[in-house]
């Protein structure tokens, strides 16, 4: 169980803006970055957005991350086919001193 | 381009020991942390390791900590990951990821059972 909670599922039509939520605490989320990444069936992951809200050159500006508290959320509007796909959050943990990722949630386009 | 090619990966027995390379390219290996990541069938993504640029900070994942070590050979463009007393839980697709995982590769499967 990770100390990064995502929900494991979510979904949206296409044209819609979807939210992935990513809970933690103050020894993470709340006094570190995020980052987001997605990974596409059968692929290695692809950085989607680091320190919480910055994309790296080459994605798309569907793409935003936000960050508030302990929680960090990434967003996607103009939802599209191709964003169907498993996204995980990451920070460091002091009171683990290490990486960790969240539990990881998969998007449905419908 | 860059590009990070994994090896070493192969079916092992309980109790066995493996060590997985990443061999770097189209960067400047010393210039970057490292981590390996794993991922068994089916699950999420696992931090494993991280390595700083000189190699003198390491971190482990508490999974991993006292049986696997990581290390890297800058001159070769190479990075390791030593594992030691491997368990049936150990059997993940292993990636070595750049920095804060801004470039993977594909990864090198390993399987433990016996």
């Known amino acids: 169980q990770s100390v990064l909670t995502q929900p494991p599922s979510a979904s949206g039509t296409p044209g819609q803006r979807v939210t992935i939520s990513c809970s933690g605490s103050s020894s993470n989320v709340g006094t570190k970055d995020v980052y987001w990444y997605q990974q596409l069936p059968g692929t290695a992951p692809k950085l989607l957005i680091s320190?919480?809200?910055q994309r790296p050159s080459g994605v798309p500006d569907r793409f935003s991350g936000s960050k508030s508290g302990t929680s960090a959320s990434l967003a996607i509007s103009g939802l599209r086919s191709e964003d169907e796909a498993d996204y995980y959050c990451a920070t460091w943990d002091d009171s683990l001193r290490g990486r960790v990722f969240g539990g990881g949630t998969k998007l449905t386009v419908l | 381009e860059v590009q990070m090619v994994e090896s070493g990966g192969e079916l092992v027995q309980p109790g066995g020991s493996l060590r997985l390379s990443c061999a770097a390219s189209?960067?400047?290996?010393?210039?970057?942390?490292m981590n390996w990541v794993r991922q068994a069938p089916g699950k999420g993504l696992e931090w494993v390791s991280y390595?700083?640029?000189?190699?003198?900070?390491?971190y482990y994942a508490d999974s991993v900590k006292g049986r696997f070590t990581i290390s890297r050979d800058n001159a070769k463009n190479s990075l390791y990951l030593q594992m030691n007393s491997l368990r049936v839980e150990d059997t993940a697709l292993y990636y070595c990821?750049?920095?804060?995982?801004?470039?993977w590769g594909l990864g090198t499967l390993v399987t433990v059972s016996s």
């Open positions: 990821a750049r920095g804060w995982f801004d470039s």
């Open positions: 189209g960067f400047t290996l010393s210039s970057f942390e």
């Open positions: 320190r919480n809200n």
């Open positions: 390595i700083s640029s000189s190699g003198t900070t390491i």
